[in-house]
C-alpha cells in the first residue's frame, strides 16, 4: 500500500524559503514520475512540479524561476526548494505519484508577514 508523507512546511515571511519533503513507501517511487501540488484554502487542488524518474523537471508558471523540485530515488524522497515566497503560495501542499495515489495529510505553508 503506497503511503505519501509530506513534511517541511510552517509561516514564513515574504520573500522567504522554506523546502518541503516527501518520502514515498510501496514501492512506487523507483518506477513513478512524482509531483507537487497545493490547495489554497477554499480553492481547487493545482499542480505544482513534477519530476521524472531519470530527473527531468516540469513546473507551472507561477512558480517556474522560484521553486526547484527535485528527488532522491535511493531515499524514496522528494523535494520542493521555495524561494522568493509570496502570500499566494499560501496553501496545503501535497505530493503524489503520477498517476496520482491516495492523497496524503499534506503540509501547511503560510507566507504572511
Known amino acids: 500500500q503506497v503511503q505519501l508523507v509530506e513534511s517541511g512546511g510552517g509561516l514564513v515571511q515574504p520573500g522567504g524559503s522554506l523546502r518541503l519533503s516527501c518520502v514515498a513507501s510501496?514501492?512506487?517511487?523507483?518506477?513513478?514520475?512524482m509531483g507537487w501540488y497545493r490547495q489554497a484554502l477554499g480553492k481547487r487542488r493545482e499542480f505544482v512540479a513534477r519530476?521524472?524518474?531519470?530527473?527531468?523537471?516540469l513546473y507551472d508558471v507561477s512558480v517556474k524561476g522560484r521553486f526547484t523540485i527535485s528527488r532522491d530515488n535511493a531515499k524514496n524522497t522528494m523535494y520542493l526548494q521555495m524561494n522568493s515566497l509570496k502570500p499566494e503560495d499560501t496553501a496545503v501542499y501535497y505530493c503524489?505519484?503520477?498517476?496520482?495515489?491516495?492523497w496524503g495529510q499534506g503540509t501547511q505553508v503560510t507566507v504572511s508577514s
Open positions: 503524489n505519484a503520477l498517476p496520482n495515489r491516495p
Open positions: 510501496g514501492n512506487i517511487f523507483s518506477t513513478n514520475d
Open positions: 519530476v521524472a524518474v531519470g530527473g527531468s523537471t
